[in-house]
Structure formats: C-alpha cells, structure tokens
C-alpha cells in the first residue's frame, strides 16, 4: 500500500530529527515537537520540552556526539494524530571518553498543528548494547 501525504512527511520528520540531531543542531530538534512534549525513558522521570532544551543548552563544551539509525515499522495516522513504532540505534560518544551503544524500541506520538506534524510523546526502550 502507497504511503499518504501524512505518512511520508512523519517519516521525513524523524529523517530531520535524525540529522539535526548527529549534527548537534538542538535548536533544529527543539522546532520539531510540541511545547508540551514529553519524553519517557526506562529508569528516568518524564522529561518535558523545556527540560530537554535546559539540558542541551548546558555545559556546550561537554555535549556528546550523536549518531543513529531509526527504521520506521509502521506510522499509523488517524487524524491529526499519528504514531509511529520503530527499531532506534543511537552510538553517544562523549568529549572524552569511549561510545556507548543503544538500540531497541520506541513509540511515538505526533500531533498535527497548524498543517504541521510534530512530535508530542516517545517512549523509548533502548538498552545498551
């Protein structure tokens, strides 16, 4: 089955957020959700946008590099909803210091604002590899 409209500009949010991201581009991130997003990680409280905005702000010189691969399984669209599910794999390497490697699952719910898709939750499973 051909991919929708909607279906194809998900899929090209997550490619921006991928490359924003292994580029460092924050600020290119922080434009691709919703000001009520909140992100869910195993062993971690919730954390909301301006949380991830305070943390990728501090410490410039300490940010890591970032670098992943996101195979989308399916993106469901219902509206001005959709989610996605997909297998993420994301090596994190420090300033100093040797890469970690994670990988596993993440769900993730997008809202339609304005003609815009945008992120507005994920859950991320990822375990260290």
């Given amino acids: 089955m051909a991919e929708s409209e909607d ?7 997550v490619a921006e957020w991928m490359a924003a991201t292994k580029r460092g581009d924050h600020r290119a991130v922080l434009n691709l959700m919703t ?3 909140v992100f ?6 919730p954390m909301s946008k301006a949380a991830f905005e305070a943390a990728a702000e501090s410490a410039p010189d300490q940010r890591p590099t970032i670098d992943g691969v996101s195979d989308i399984k399916e993106i469901h669209v219902e509206g001005d ?10 090596t994190v390497t420090p300033p100093q210091g040797e890469s ?10 997008f809202r339609k604002i304005g003609g815009r ?3 507005a ?6 375990a260290k590899v």
């Fill in 40 to 45: 869910l990680v195993a062993g971690q409280p």
């Fill in 100 to 109: 970690i490697k994670r990988a596993g699952h993440t769900l993730t719910v």
């Fill in 121 to 126: 939750r994920d859950a991320n499973l990822l």
């Fill in 35 to 37: 000001d009520d997003a």
């Fill in 117 to 119: 898709w945008l992120l």
């Fill in 81 to 90: 909803l959709a989610y996605t599910w997909s297998h993420l794999t994301v």
């Fill in 7 to 13: 279906q194809r500009a998900i899929r090209a949010l």
